[in-house]
């Protein structure tokens, strides 16, 4: 079945950086677009970023220039680069893909900006 595993977060001060990853099984990664959302705490979660099959990625304007999506097919494997993070930028992380018109989601990974 599909699984997607996040790992990499963390606490980071501001103007830090962290990776994250999320690790897919259960399906024909390659094929698929992947998919990073967030959700802070009282918040609704919300789209960071999309890379497509191809590696064409586009992310919102509230974290362009800071945030970068990248995949590794060899691993079954998309990454969300954060840098230059901001106590806003906290949240859970979720790695997210749809197949076959049905919705997979991450058990996500919680990134805390603080000092």
Do not use: H
Request: charged letters at 15%; a positive charge.
């Amino acid at each position: 079945q599909v699984q997607l595993v996040e790992s990499g977060g963390g606490l980071v001060q501001p103007g830090g950086s962290l990776r994250l990853s999320c690790a897919a099984s259960g399906f024909g990664f390659s094929a698929y677009a992947m998919n990073w959302y967030r959700q802070a705490s009282g918040k609704e979660r919300e789209l960071v970023g999309t890379i497509n099959a191809y590696g064409t990625t586009n992310v919102v304007d509230s974290v362009k220039g800071r945030f970068t999506i990248s995949r590794d097919n060899t691993k079954n494997t998309v990454y969300l680069q954060m840098s230059s993070l901001k106590p806003e930028d906290t949240a859970v992380y979720y790695c997210y893909v749809r197949r076959w018109n049905i919705d997979y989601w991450g058990q996500g990974t919680q990134v805390t900006v603080s000092s």
